[in-house]
């Protein structure tokens, strides 16, 4: 196989990745349309009317503004929460001559982000669209059913009409009618918006918005002058700015007209899984100081491992108590183990929690009253619980404030990693894995089944508190590579980006490439691993452009961005502002060059997009073309990409620590403990 052919698969995998300011995905669903009847004002006695709308959409501002902004968005996407609060600070700064009108995309690899969606449009049924639009941004990190609901009560919704709305199938048409308005418009990435039809991709700066505002502003004084009325003014403009879309944006947007049926792509085929492995037996061991439910020589150990912000782990409890209601405490024992996923903000805190509530020996009443209560998990919320289950609450908070438990919670981490129980909830009886929110009557075959086994072993002699511990003596265990590889490449670190102190005791070397959608995804789990250790760790930024325009490793071209957007980088160093132009150009991926044309023309306008960037982060543009145009830039990128080739980069992002290859996963859970590891001289 080709290295570039091997790269291009590494980067094939990677295609559902984020991407600088925009995050990339086809709708799972988008041919079911809600009908786009406008507003009904209320009478007293009725329901609450809808929020104020724009034919069936969210709208807020005037009812006929000089300028409309569309947003298209997703709640759960990071960028779109930073490009959000920018769209709040216009609207307040344009009140009078701007309106902003909201339209769903949720992506697919987002869980979250349609129950949000549907969550805001059953808010919009009582007029509190807005309310909980803000409710969401503001905690992207806490989006569950349980907090829908709290945030509901909170701005001062109908409850039970929200949760009737919330089931609509109506309202559920209304995110897919959303989702078919975006990909008609071409926008299959969040967040995408349209100025007066201008568009505008990715989480852009403020400005970049101001300017285009300003400039509507002023065209659309220019037609009233000439006597056009106000109310046509939108779709006179957006006609003119968009001459491709902008009668589909007036047509579905200003109109609320059905979208065309081929802009609703058919869900993928469903892939055939491959049936779950059940019979292997896993070596589950014990450390011996978790929960316990049932006797200690129990014929059957089933063992959970759980998350008590997973809403699955919630959901299975009611089989787990048809589980213990038919299984007596000497013929299945429950054993509790930890598995707090990484985002889940209060998973560890809550994990904690419980553990400090077997201090006082009611560890399954507190455990039970946390699944209970999953939305209000928070370090300041425990303690209520804690009291509400009859614990001594200033004992209780001693130990949650001595995080006691960490090493425990570890140590059910550790057995976790080596047995792939990686997600949550996962279950093993005597060994074998039972994954997910399972019916009773799987649990029940299972144990049944394992039963019959024990009472053979029992009667050919085998102790009843001995079954456990043989039966899982030779299960399988999985061995994950080691986080760093033994090989380690001297690299000079000479000349190249450095965030952090020069002579840090971790170096983090990061082979990138502009136009890498990975490359974009891990800069923030970079960044916080870096800012969490500032003293003592560096991050090193060197080149590896997959593009044969600069790179000779490739025989083709992958990028054609790429390189010019390495050279203004280094252009951008020169002037103190590397870091900076980093991250508005991974914000800007998508939009940096056009997609078709002539390469030379390709390339000229992507230099203008290069050059207003530099103008947006500060920097002295003509210094920056002059720096370019000498090729300053020649010897350095030579000098990384020889280096990737010493160091074996087939791809990008590649991450190296002390000159040793990462591969333990790019987040910053992961990175930070390898770190940490490092820091404290165990690996």
């Known amino acids: 196989m080709k290295k570039d052919t091997a790269i291009i698969a590494i980067i094939a995998v990677a295609v559902l990745a984020f991407v600088g300011g925009t995050m990339m995905n086809k709708p799972k669903k988008a041919g079911d349309v809600a009908s786009a009847a406008l507003p009904v004002t209320a009478k007293p006695e009725a329901a609450p009317a809808p929020a104020p709308a724009f034919a069936g959409s969210p709208a807020q501002g005037p009812e006929h503004a000089k300028v409309t902004l569309v947003e298209i968005s997703d709640y759960q996407c990071p960028f779109c929460s930073r490009a959000n609060a920018t769209v709040d600070e216009l609207h307040k700064e344009y009140a009078n001559d701007l309106k902003v009108v909201f339209v769903n995309q949720p992506l697919s690899f987002h869980p979250h982000a349609r129950p949000a969606a549907i969550a805001a449009l059953a808010a919009h049924k009582q007029g509190k669209f807005w309310e909980m639009h803000a409710k969401l941004f503001g905690n992207q990190k806490e989006l569950s059913d349980e907090n829908y609901k709290k945030w509901a009560k909170e701005i001062g919704l109908d409850a039970a009409k929200f949760d009737a709305d919330s089931k609509d199938a109506e309202v559920a048409k209304q995110v897919d009618r959303d989702q078919a308005v975006s990909t008609a418009l071409d926008v299959n990435g969040t967040p995408g918006f349209f100025v007066n039809g201008v568009k505008l991709e990715g989480a852009q700066p403020k400005e970049a918005f101001k300017k285009i505002i300003d400039e509507q502003i002023k065209m659309a004084n220019d037609e009233i002058g000439k006597g056009t009325a106000v109310v046509d003014l939108n779709e006179k403009l957006t006609r003119a700015n968009n001459p491709a879309l902008g009668s589909k944006i007036i047509g579905l947007i200003f109109k609320g ?157 550790a057995t976790a990693e080596k047995i792939t129980a990686t997600g949550t909830p996962a279950f093993f009886i005597m060994g074998r894995k039972l994954g997910g929110n399972r019916p009773f009557d799987d649990f029940k075959k299972m144990i049944d089944e394992e039963l019959t086994k024990a009472e053979a072993k029992v009667s050919s002699g085998v102790a009843r508190k001995d079954l456990y511990a043989k039966t899982i003596a030779d299960g399988k265990e999985f061995i994950p590579p080691p986080a760093l590889e033994a090989k380690v490449t001297d690299f000079d670190y000479t000349g190249s980006p450095t965030l952090g102190p020069k002579d840090a005791k971790v170096k983090i070397v990061e082979f990138k490439d502009f136009e890498c959608p990975f490359c974009a995804k891990i800069i923030p789990a970079l960044k916080q691993v870096q800012k969490d250790n500032a003293s003592k760790v560096s991050l090193v930024f060197k080149h590896f452009p997959l593009s044969n325009q600069c790179n000779p490793k490739m025989s083709r071209e992958m990028h054609p961005a790429a390189c010019l957007a390495a050279y203004w980088s280094m252009a951008a160093e020169a002037q103190g502002k590397f870091w900076e132009f980093e991250d508005i150009v991974f914000q800007n991926y998508q939009a940096m060059m056009p997609r078709e044309g002539e390469m030379p023309a390709r390339l000229a306008a992507q230099t203008e997009n290069l050059k207003k960037y530099a103008k947006d982060i500060g920097m002295d543009v003509a210094k920056a073309e002059a720096y370019v145009g000498a090729k300053s830039y020649d010897e350095r990128i030579k000098k990384d990409i020889a280096e990737a080739g010493a160091a074996g980069v087939g791809g990008t992002p590649a991450v190296y620590i002390n000159g040793r290859k990462y591969g333990a996963g790019l987040n910053a859970d992961k990175l930070g403990k390898v770190v940490q590891q490092i820091l404290d001289g165990k690996l």
């Open 257 to 413: 007209e059905e979208p065309p049926k081929t802009a609703a792509q058919p869900a993928p085929a469903k892939k055939e899984r491959p049936p779950e492995d059940m019979t292997t037996v896993w070596k589950v061991e014990l450390h011996g100081a978790e929960p316990v439910k049932g006797n200690m020589d129990a014929l059957v150990t089933l063992v959970e491992y759980t998350d008590f912000q997973c809403p699955y782990c919630s959901k299975v409890r009611d089989a787990l108590a048809q589980v213990e209601k038919n299984y007596p405490a000497d013929k299945v024992r429950f054993v509790f183990k930890n598995q707090p996923l990484p985002f889940h903000n209060n998973a560890v805190i809550a994990a904690e929690a419980a553990l400090c509530g077997l201090d006082q020996g009611k560890f399954w009443q507190m455990e039970e009253r946390l699944f209970g209560h999953q939305g209000e998990l928070s370090a300041e919320q425990l303690p209520g619980h804690a009291k509400e289950v009859g614990l001594d609450v200033a004992k209780f908070q001693k130990c949650l404030d001595s995080h006691k438990y960490k090493e425990h919670i570890a140590k059910d981490q």
